[in-house]
């Protein structure tokens, strides 16, 4: 069983950067891929970024490259987004969410999210 409790989300004007964390609990944090999700008003959970458990692979939605950096630390169960240059069409609720293999795009695989913590970008 993993528990995952994601913070730092909030305000930032576009332009401006968040540091969005998760924190895990539970053993053998290394064996889950994890993932970043986001969902916006009237609209389906889309995949952000995601990172094996070695934490060597990373991969991102097109709408992040270039401005999102996805990393781990699995000595303390964390994973984090670096997220630059925000935009508004970013405001979105944000999950994390992890699983035991290989990374996936698509958020059914996953087994276990966070609570989700809101980003809102202003224009």
């Known amino acids: 069983q993993v528990q995952l409790v994601e913070s730092g989300g909030g305000l930032v004007q576009a332009g401006g950067s968040l540091r969005l964390s998760c924190a895990a609990s539970?053993?053998?944090?290394?064996?889950?891929?994890m993932g970043w999700f986001r969902q916006a008003p009237g609209k389906e959970r889309e995949f952000v970024a995601a990172?094996?458990?070695?934490?060597?692979?990373?991969y991102y939605a097109d709408s992040g490259k270039g401005r999102f950096t996805i990393s781990r630390d699995n000595a303390k169960n964390t994973m984090t987004v670096q997220m630059n240059t925000l935009k508004p069409e970013d405001t979105a609720v944000y999950y994390c969410?992890?699983?035991?293999?290989?990374?996936?795009?698509?958020?059914?695989?996953?087994?276990?999210w966070g609570q989700g913590t809101q980003v809102t970008v202003s224009s």
């Open positions: 539970g053993r053998a944090f290394s064996i889950y891929a």
């Open positions: 990172i094996s458990g070695s934490g060597i692979s990373v």
């Open positions: 969410a992890a699983r035991k293999g290989p990374v996936q795009y698509n958020a059914a695989p996953y087994d276990y």
